[in-house]
């Protein structure tokens, strides 16, 4: 006959159970599970074990309320749609075990639901408090959820257990939290009533059945334009989102639990409050910016922000700095006695292509540059030579008013004797 399993407590995780009941039987855990399920078992999930019928069974209990009251699933699936969390729901109570596909299904959940958590926790009031009521203590969900720090019931810092996640996730042979001596935790530098509202939240969501909706995104942009995060222009300043909630949580707390802001504009919390982003979010990114916005002063903001497009161009700086640079090369350049050109100039400061298109914007760098092609060190000097024009009155002037020029003209062509000059005979 398969051997039975203590009733689970209210909030109790499935491994917890577990694990009391090793202890009850004093029965090494191969045993104990093969008991249990028929067969050798390995590797079994603390937080959401496979064959959740079988379990159920044992704990005489229906396998729905096994999966939604004392397994992580419902925080892992809380934030995605109703459909997808059926079909999570309906391959977690089948019968696992020969479908990889599944096996990998169940760690990703579990894997979501734990991010940045190392080891199991307990509060010691509450361990107290179980102790008189049902008398011995349990894991409770609530207590390993990410980001939870402080117990949601007493308010107090949680105490670190001796028990890692990979070998709860092994070894069931383990102590419950009464057994445990560690003392709380250093709680991070984060406001008090924001650590307990990540831990209230958190509770609230693992042990609800459905906390589901399927526009999320449209609820955080209504939420942000209610703590006055919106730009000029009405849209979202999604950037100053992600600015405002690190410098609320600090980066030393988002990196030890995985969720750091590198680039606001690009950050998660810029994605998750930004129009047309799509993408699943880990539930602790969810719970992190709902506690951020409960917790945000309301009202309107100041921000710093440029409307997007073409990036407005100060045009009166940049006439001064350009004007500076035409200056300066060519005082180096005539310190070296070299000649060059406007083009070569302004090629050289980058802003050829800029100076060319609005030279109306440029009044001190033109007036720089008409110094420049006045001096010795322009190639091309302002001004032009005079001109003769072909058959017009400066030449003939010209050739009047130089008579060395007609002498020489004069001189050079050859002399041909009039017949009227002939010398005269003494027959005439």
């Known amino acids: 006959m398969p051997r039975s399993l203590p009733t689970p407590y209210p909030d109790e995780l499935a491994g917890s159970v577990l694990m009391r009941g090793i202890i009850r039987c004093a029965l090494p855990q191969k045993r104990f599970l093969k008991e249990i399920f028929g067969k050798r078992m390995s590797n079994l999930s603390f937080f959401l074990p496979a064959n959740i019928s ?10 729905e309320r096994l999966l939604w009251g004392h397994t992580i699933f419902p925080y892992a699936v809380s934030h995605i749609s109703v459909a997808a969390a059926h079909e999570q729901a309906n ?34 009031q509450c361990v ?10 349990y894991w409770h969900r609530a207590h390993t959820l990410p980001g939870v720090y402080v117990c949601h019931k ?26 445990q001596s560690s003392a709380p935790n250093q709680l991070p530098e984060v406001p008090a009533s924001v650590l307990q509202g990540l831990a209230v939240l958190s509770a609230s969501l693992v042990r609800r059945r459905q906390d589901w909706h399927d526009d999320w995104q449209p609820q955080y942009q209504l939420f942000a334009y209610a703590t006055g995060f919106s730009a000029k ?61 409960a917790h945000a002063t309301h009202g309107p903001k100041t921000f710093s922000y440029r409307p997007s497009g073409k990036i407005p161009r100060d045009y009166a700086s940049l006439d001064v700095q350009l004007a500076e640079g035409v200056s300066e090369l060519v005082a180096a350049a005539e ?16 802003r050829w292509s800029t100076y060319r298109h609005d030279r109306s ?68």
Request: aromatic share 6%; glycine share 8%; hydrophobic share 35%.
């Open 128 to 137: 107290a408090s179980d102790i008189r009521r049902f008398g011995e203590s």
């Open 91 to 124: 391959r977690s109570l089948a019968r696992w075990g020969t479908n990889g596909a599944d096996a990998r299904c169940s760690a990703a959940l579990v894997q979501a639901a734990t991010q940045g958590v190392q080891s199991l926790r307990y509060c010691q």
């Open 233 to 293: 222009w009405g849209e979202v300043a999604s950037s100053q989102v992600a600015k405002h909630l690190e410098a609320m949580y600090g980066n030393d707390f988002l990196r030890r639990l995985g969720c750091q802001v590198d680039r606001p504009s690009h950050s998660w919390p810029a994605l998750m409050v930004r129009p047309g982003t799509v993408g699943p979010f880990s539930p602790l990114k969810h719970v992190l910016l709902r506690t951020f916005f």
């Open 335 to 350: 310190r070296v006695g070299r000649l060059t050109t406007v083009t070569e100039v302004m090629t050289s400061l980058g």
């Open 361 to 428: 914007k440029f009044p001190l760098t033109t007036a720089a540059l008409l110094r420049f092609r006045s001096s010795e060190s322009s190639e091309r000097k302002l001004g032009r030579r005079p001109r003769r024009k072909a058959g017009g009155a400066d030449t003939a002037t010209s050739k009047v008013s130089n008579p060395s020029l007609r002498g020489e003209r004069h001189s050079t062509s050859r002399e041909t004797p009039s017949p009227t000059c002939a010398p005269a005979t003494d027959d005439a």
């Open 54 to 63: 079988c379990l159920a069974n044992a704990m005489r209990i229906s396998p």
């Open 154 to 179: 007493h308010g107090l810092a949680l105490c670190e257990s001796d028990i890692s996640l990979v070998q709860a996730a092994r070894s069931y042979e383990c102590d419950i939290p009464q057994y």
